[in-house]
């Protein structure tokens, strides 16, 4: 385990402040990862902070943060877009880079998390690795067809999410205008301006992002990629400790035939 504790962290304060928390090696290595949650789901969900501990405990400075509008960041959940989050991103890695020199920038997800990990780096030849855990290469796909147009009807969408640390659970009410611009954006069209190495992780028994779909992603992406599909794994896999460690190392094993 890493000597130090994650410590929590204002990215750009004042209004526009983002939550993070930042997990430091035992000593500088010239590496940062910046993890990025599934939708509207929280930094500090028990899957992210494993895998930070993990990143931490291999020499990276781990940083995993909420976006704007969710949880414990500054703004309210109309802010909480696609276009936003990558804006957030960006300011995480500006902010670290500020602080210290890295040579690697790793940038992971899970879901939606791994959706913008993807979109991002196609936009910041910065980073050097990316990790998707089971994201999608869009949200204008059929099994969302549902859900999509029922949102459009009511214009909003409530979602409940488990608090961490406790049994309590909180709604989020999300508006329309997180599809209308969450629609603009598709990974299989930007992928091709991915020239870092990739990792695709999907689950076996993920019913929400398939592994057919994640599998979509690899077909297009440029070497060097490496796809794993995980036996017996689920979408919500952050709610079993020990399914957490086998995707966790399963991530590891797939980064280390990377290198």
């Known amino acids: 385990m890493i000597n130090m504790?994650?410590?929590p962290a204002l990215i750009h304060p004042e209004e526009s402040a983002?939550?993070?928390?930042?997990?430091?090696?035992?000593?500088?290595?010239?590496?940062?990862?910046?993890?990025?949650?599934?939708?509207?789901?929280?930094?500090?969900?028990?899957?992210?902070?494993?895998?930070?501990?993990?990143?931490?405990?291999?020499?990276?400075?781990?940083?995993?943060?909420?976006?704007?509008?969710t949880w414990a960041s500054a703004g309210n959940i109309e802010l909480y877009t696609v276009t936003q989050y990558l804006e957030d991103v960006q300011s995480v890695i500006d902010h670290m880079c500020s602080?210290?020199?890295y040579t690697e920038i790793l940038i992971a997800g899970h879901s939606m998390g791994g959706f913008v990990a993807m979109l991002y780096a196609a936009r910041d030849s910065r980073?050097?690795?990316?990790?998707?855990?089971?994201?999608?290469?869009?949200?204008a796909r059929p099994?969302?067809?549902?859900?999509?147009?029922?949102?459009?009807?009511?214009?909003?969408?409530?979602?409940?999410?488990?608090?961490?640390?406790?049994?309590?659970?909180?709604?989020?009410?999300?508006?329309?205008?997180?599809?209308i611009d969450?629609?603009?954006?598709?990974?299989?069209?930007?992928?091709?301006?991915?020239?870092?190495?990739?990792?695709?992780?999907?689950?076996e028994k993920d019913d929400i992002v398939v592994p057919e779909e994640v599998a979509k992603i690899y077909e297009r992406a440029n070497q060097p990629k490496r796809f794993v599909t995980i036996p017996g794994i689920g979408h919500d896999y952050r709610h079993?400790?020990?399914?957490?460690?086998?995707?966790?190392?399963?991530v590891f094993n797939a980064l280390a035939t990377l290198h």
């Open 18 to 69: 983002l939550a993070a928390a930042i997990h430091a090696p035992n000593a500088p290595t010239g590496k940062l990862a910046v993890l990025c949650p599934g939708f509207v789901d929280s930094k500090d969900y028990a899957h992210l902070v494993a895998l930070a501990d993990e990143l931490a405990d291999r020499g990276y400075t781990a940083v995993r943060f909420d976006p704007t509008g």
């Open 99 to 101: 602080t210290s020199t």
């Open 127 to 139: 980073i050097t690795c990316v990790v998707d855990i089971m994201g999608a290469y869009s949200f």
């Open 5 to 7: 504790p994650s410590v």
């Open 143 to 179: 099994a969302n067809a549902t859900i999509i147009d029922a949102w459009k009807i009511s214009g909003v969408r409530t979602v409940s999410r488990d608090v961490p640390g406790t049994s309590d659970r909180r709604e989020v009410v999300v508006p329309y205008t997180h599809v």
């Open 182 to 203: 969450r629609l603009q954006y598709h990974v299989l069209e930007e992928i091709s301006a991915v020239h870092a190495p990739i990792v695709l992780i999907a689950g």
């Open 240 to 250: 079993n400790p020990d399914e957490i460690e086998i995707v966790n190392q399963h």
